[in-house]
């Protein structure tokens, strides 16, 4: 099976700090994706990368950045965390692209106050 | 620009009758559509999928349809349990490599 993993559930961190969410995937999967859930808007792209050391932005980069520095990991990271990035964060990886599907860990709620 | 667009935000249905969920996209050149599920507190999972080449594919109690003319998609479930019960979000491979969603319809079914 598939493992994605997010290193935390739930954190909840202050304005302005440095947050970083981890995620390791097992499947040796070249892409790895970081999104955002927010109700009534969905899941929001925000970066992706189809290699190590590579990285596209997705639909709502700003606020972010990512890592990629092996292939079975995706960091993403909020260099100073506000209000507004208070969400469901959650990683996905896939062996594809266009046509197969994608894999997604179990998600980190993150709080911002 | 919302790109993928499903207008109801929630539908409740009785047990054992069928769930149709809807899903409109803009694009005409889009040719891959996945349906994922996902319950509160977990990650989405795959449901179902279909390529623009088929109008239709089956995978037990859930069907998706295609609709290409009206850039159309919906997903049928037959017969409804209580166990389906979860947030359903469309999705479509866009341009670049990004698998674009919608915002989701969250399905009660009721025994």
């Known amino acids: 099976d598939v493992k994605v993993t997010q290193s935390s559930r739930y954190l909840v961190k202050r304005t302005g700090e440095k947050v970083f969410l981890e995620c390791v995937q097992d499947?040796?999967?070249?892409?790895m994706f970081w999104y955002r859930q927010d109700p009534g808007l969905g899941l929001r792209l925000i970066y992706f990368s189809y290699d190590v050391k590579m990285k596209e932005k997705g639909d709502i980069p700003e606020g972010y950045s990512v890592s990629r520095e092996k292939k079975e990991r995706f960091s993403l990271i909020l260099e100073s965390a506000s209000t507004n990035q208070t969400s469901m964060y959650l990683c996905?990886?896939?062996?594809?692209?266009?046509?197969?599907?994608?894999?997604f860990g179990e998600g980190s709620r993150l709080t911002v106050l | 620009d919302q790109q993928v667009k499903q207008n109801s935000p929630s539908l409740s249905v009785q047990e054992g009758r069928i769930s149709i969920l809807n899903c409109d996209y803009t694009?005409?050149?889009?040719?891959?559509f996945l349906w994922y599920k996902k319950y509160p507190a977990e990650g989405p999972t795959f449901l179902i999928s279909?390529?623009?080449?088929?109008d239709k594919n089956e995978d037990g109690r859930f069907t998706v349809f295609l609709n290409k003319s009206a850039k159309h998609l919906s997903l049928h479930i037959v017969p409804s349990q209580p166990g389906d019960s979860a947030v359903y979000f469309c999705a479509v491979w866009g341009q670049g490599g990004k698998l674009i969603f919608g915002q989701g319809t969250e399905l009660s079914v009721k025994p």
């Open positions: 996905a990886s896939s062996p594809d692209s266009y046509t197969g599907e994608l894999f």
């Open positions: 279909i390529s623009s080449i088929k």
């Open positions: 499947m040796d999967h070249e892409n």
């Open positions: 694009n005409s050149m889009f040719d891959y």
